[in-house]
Structure formats: structure tokens, C-alpha cells
């Protein structure tokens, strides 16, 4: 494959694909180390006048926000640290001295671990900053921002309750500089979610009530009332909302109607009825829309295929579209623009290139870099990703991409190399074409990697979903056969295959090694997976719904207690005979770290060899940089201790 560094790539400092057969010169591989860096530029926001960047930047493995001219992308001024136990969520600016930055973190109430998140605030110059909410109860989230009332400069809704553990939120009118509050609206049983058309005014509201039943509530502006949603033909708890038209008489939804996939509609409040169809794709679900600066006019729909498309509806070209023409080998993804609509952040980046943030005025050439997304990988060094299909045992087709060490720059040399079988966690996520840090890494350490979005995942339609999610059996027999694809192609060295995952991904691992009847793997990495299917349930059942959300999370398959216990990796651990890579946060809240220590001790008591590192202070998803950098570390020993190196990692 030949990367070609010139002309307008090289302007920008990003390569593009131009053939798959040429050789390209390959760097030395990156340590793995640098695969442990978490992102240098997380995300960045323009102020309305265009004058000001802000911006948020890992330094060490400490994030920062800081502010810059628009004009100037290196002179970072005002910078201040939101600390190494923070998690950056966004940035985005309140008016042109004001942002505000979503944090979270990982925070124990009376012994269970919960993401609890805040909004920080800081204005332009000396000002240090400060919590928009000041947590003087125990509150999980500080953060929810309903509608950032464009037309009022000072302030925001948000939704909150004054009362402890209390999950039915107020809507709130806050002054972000200052943080007083004014109620605008009452909260009402079972509404956790509040939605506001364009004027602000509250119009839905939805969630759950203690005993799991499902809400709705819509404010019809002519009585005043909250109507249930059953006086609304086509609406239910589960429709996805994406934004308001018209003043707030029309609603933009997401909707089957009838076909296997998600449409987007616009719903009419006047005639309680869908009365015209936005788009629908046959293949795959929408998952957004595009809409006109004056918010009139859907111009644009979102969904997933092979990376995140952008389709337009009509004849409307944007800056974004013009990127994505310029562009084609390259994943765009809008970020923000200035009210004038005439200078645009994007996010850019390709499989095979991490990519950053950019910034673009229209009519330029090119965009120019505001903040590349790791400094130590280069594209040179990462390999290609190709989609493929693979045929299950029962006949479904399931859609997967292979990324290939950088060495392997010819079809043909797809043979016989040791290969990684990558599940996605969730395990209701996807995976895209797009960069996968996770799977570089073992691209780069001479692995082909094999990454299969098994049915479960999302954006496929409803029965591909469903197939997944009534079954986790089912989901464990697709990853099961895409290493038998691998292996039936002559692709996988039979004798240097392993699983990998994190999350489902790490549980998808285990049990693949527990259930290898015929010596399909050589070992197993699992980070931060989960391995005991009861006791998950009880830990779900401490939080809010959670017992209610075990039974659909788990789906039919798993209802009965034995299922749970012989699907569990903990229970049949003695059935693994090939060594393990565990590793876990100690205060990891989506999957508990007893999970770990439980596996941990199941593998000691079967005798399977195995290497465990059990990570402090720290959470599902390796937050803290010094922590992710020595997961790879040791995984690449582990690996190298397994198979001994491959001879298709660069030197």
C-alpha cells in the first residue's frame, strides 16, 4: 500500500491511501508505550465570533483547557488543569468570554462506585474557574444541560434535583457565570430526560419509574397540560428524538415504519400523526440528523456503515461536504462552527491515520492542524483496514474488518500470520473503518487483527440486533466463527491465534477459550471484562433500574440462573488450558472489580497460567495515561512470552 505525503496531504500533515499492492516504506514500530497515550487533543469548540479557540489537551496525562487565537493554533493562554482524576467529556463556549467543560469521574457512594459528573467554568483572562453546580449533596449528574439558550448569552438549562439521590430532575435556568438558579419547571414521576423545542420551552419529557415502567410525557402548549404519550399516535418511551422544527410543531424522529432499519420522520404535534418521511436507508439505521442554520429545514441525515456517513437531502452543500470530496480516504467529522457559518473545527482521521483536530475557513485549501490526536504514531507506522464478510454457521452474513501489520503491504502476503480475534464490547456498540488504537497496537506488534461486529450490534436493522441481543449465545457463535473464517482462508497461523477484548470483549474472550473444544486459541487478553453473569446482575441491581435493565440487558438466553452460571467465565475457568492476560480498575463502575479478583482467583485455583495486573484508583477505561501505557507493556510481553515475536513487526 502506498502512502503519498505531498501536495495538499502534506499541508495538513496527514497521507492518503491511493492502491492496495505497492510497497510503502515502514518506520520502525512504535513502543507500546505510545499506544497507551491518551488522546493530546480530546476536543475543541470556536466561540460565536470566530476570535477564540478553546480547547482540551492531555499534557502528560493530565487533560488542560486552554484558549487560543483563532488565528494562531500554537499559543495556548489560559490554561488550567481539571486534574489527573478527571475524565474530559466536551468544551464549549457559553458566549465569547465564556466556556464551560464536562468532566467525570469515578466516585464511591456508600461502597458502590458510581460516574459522577460536573460542569467547570472559566471565563477569558485571570479568572481560575469554577463548578457551575457546587456538589453540596451527593449528586450524580451536574452536568445535563438541556438546551444552551443560544439567545441568551449568560445563560443555560439544565436539569437537576436539590434532593439526594432524588432521579427526578427540575429544570433549572442557571447564570453559568455565577450559578444561581431560578426552577422552570417542576419534576414529575418517572421523567428523567427533559427535551426543548428552539424557544427553550420545555416540551418532553421521559424516563422510568421505580417499578421499571416506561414514561412519556408531552407539554401540549395549548392546554398546558403533560399528556401521556398515548395521546400521541406513532410516539412511545422508546423513540428516538433527535430535535424540534417549526417553532416546536414538528418533532424529528426515528422510526421503523414497517421496515427492518431505523428511518428518520418528522412527527406533526398539530395532527398527532408522521406526516412526511426525512430518510431511510434499507441497510442501516439512522443515528442523526443535519439541520439548517435557521433550524427549519432537516438538510442532512446521519447513519453507520462501514465509518459514519453523512447523507444530504437535497441540493445543500456545506464547507463539511466540500472536505469530504477534497478528502475521500478520510473520516470527517464535523465538530463545531462560528455563527456566521464561515470557519469550521473538524475532526479528521483515517483507519490507518489517528488524524487531529483542524480548523477551516471557508475557501482555504486545506484546513490547518489545531491539535494531532498522539504524538508518537505515525501513519507510516499503522496498518491497513479492510471490510469483510464472513458466513455464520447458520447462514447470516456478518460484517467484520481485518487490520494488517504495516509489513504486509500485498494481498497476497495475507497468509498464515498470527492473527488477534478483537471482539467489540458494549456489547451492544459496533466497530467502524475508522482508527482503533486497541487494534493498531497488535497490528503494530506483527498481528492481524480481526474485528467482527457480531449480531447485537447496533445499526444494522432491528432483527440483526435483536438476533444478538435475545442470544448472547449467539453473539459467542459469531466470534466463534469469524476465527474459523480465519483460519478455513489460510489467513491465521494456527498456532499464534489469540482473543482479545475489553468489557464484553474480554468476557467474548474468556468464554471463546473456555468453549475451544478443537484448539482454536492460543491465549486470551482480557481487560476490565466481565465474568460472572449472576453476580453482574446484583451488582446492577444497587443502582437505579438497574434490576430492571439486568433482564433486558442479558436478554431471553441468560433469564435462567444455570444458563448464567455455565456462560459464565468464573465458573468454568478449569475449561481454559491456554494462558491468560487479565487486567481491571479497582474502581471501575460498568463492570465491578470483585469480577476480576473473582477470575483472578478461579484461574490460580485451575491452575491456568496467567498473568493479572490489577490497575489503582483507576477505571474502565484506563483513564489515567501511566496506567493504559502499562497495560500495553505488559501485554506485549505477555504476547511475546506466548508466541515469541513476529516476524512481521517492523525493526
Known sequence: MKRLLGGVARSIGLSLVIGFGVLSTVHA????????????????DISPDGKHLAILVNVKGVYYAATLLAGDNTARKDVVSLGSDLRPRYIKWINNERYVVSVEKSEKFRSTPFTVTHLFTK?????????VLKPRIFRQYNDRVIDWLEDDPDHVLMAFSKQEFYPYPDIFKVNVATGRSSRLERSKTGIEYWYTDDSGTPRIGRGQTENGKDVMRVHDLQTGDWDSYEKYPGLTPDTPIYGFLKDGTELIIGDYNGRDTIGLYVYDFGKRAITRTLFHNDEYDASGVVVSSDGETVIGAKYVADEEETELLGEY????????????????????????????????????????????????????????????????????????????????????????????????????????????????????????????????????????????????GKAFKEAGRDNWLVMQEDVEDATRYLLGKGYSDPNRTCIAGWSYGGYAALMGAAKDNEGLYDCVIAMAALTDINDAKKDLAKYRGGKHAAKDFFGDAMKNRDVRKANSPVHVAGNIKVPVFLAHGDHDVNVQFDQFLRMRKALDKAGVKNTAIAFTDEDHFLSRQENREAFFIGVDKFLTKVN????????
Open 123 to 131: 471565563s477569558l483572562g485571570n479568572d481560575d474557574g469554577r463548578l
Open 317 to 460: 452543500g456545506t464547507s463539511l461536504t466540500k472536505l469530504r470530496n477534497q478528502f475521500r480516504d478520510y473520516s470527517v467529522k464535523y465538530v463545531d462552527q462560528t455563527d456566521d457559518y464561515q470557519t469550521m473545527i473538524v475532526r479528521m482521521s483515517a483507519p490507518y491515520e489517528p488524524g487531529g483536530l483542524f480548523l477551516y475557513n471557508r475557501g482555504d485549501s486545506a484546513p490547518s492542524l489545531i491539535q494531532n490526536c498522539y504524538s508518537s504514531l505515525e501513519a507510516e507506522e499503522m496498518g491497513n483496514v479492510f471490510p469483510v464478510k464472513y458466513t455464520a454457521r447458520d447462514g447470516q452474513k456478518i460484517p467484520a474488518f481485518i487490520t494488517l501489520p504495516p509489513t504486509i503491504t500485498n494481498q497476497a502476503d495475507l497468509k498464515n500470520l498470527p492473527f488477534i480475534v478483537l471482539p467489540h464490547g458494549g456489547p451492544y456498540g459496533r466497530d467502524e473503518k475508522r482508527f482503533d488504537y486497541f487494534a493498531q497496537f497488535f497490528a503494530s506488534r506483527g498481528y492481524g487483527v480481526m474485528q467482527m461486529n457480531f449480531r447485537g450490534s447496533e445499526g444494522y
Open 644 to 651: 515469541g515475536p513476529s516476524e512481521h513487526m517492523t525493526k
Open 29 to 44: 514500530a512504535p513502543p507500546p508505550e505510545a499506544f497507551g497515550e491518551l488522546p493530546l487533543g480530546h476536543d475543541a
